[in-house]
């Protein structure tokens, strides 16, 4: 007997799309099926069902998800950018300490999930 196959929604903002998984497709997987149809890249995506934050070592059996069960894809965006965008500003811009203070308050090291 084979490994069953069964439909389960992936949902990003107001897009939802249905997809067909065994009970041995892995989280990694699904996020390979979440670039494919939505275009955010594997590494970027954060997938939850029930509640519950998929582990990319879960499968579609150790996570519990049960047929035309909705798994929500949560998009990271690393909030940081290492060019300075704000080349406009000069050092006589009225604005230019509020962007210093918001700017340097900020850690200089970018969170793990960014890089």
Do not use: H, W
Request: include cysteine; charge should be negative; aromatic fraction near 14%.
């Amino acid at each position: 007997m084979g490994e069953k196959k069964f439909s389960i929604n992936l949902e990003f903002g107001d897009d939802e799309r249905q997809v067909e998984v065994g009970e041995d497709t892995t989280v990694v997987q699904l996020k390979d099926m979440v670039a494919s149809e939505f275009g955010i890249p594997k590494a970027n995506s954060q997938l939850t069902a029930g509640g519950r934050q998929l582990g990319d070592t879960d499968t579609i059996k150790s996570a519990r998800i049960s047929p035309f069960e909705t798994v929500v894809v949560i998009a990271k965006v690393c909030p940081f950018s290492f060019s300075f965008p704000y080349s406009f500003l000069s050092f006589s811009d009225p604005s230019y300490p509020f962007f210093l203070f918001f700017f340097c308050s900020r850690p200089l090291v970018a969170p793990s999930d960014c890089l």
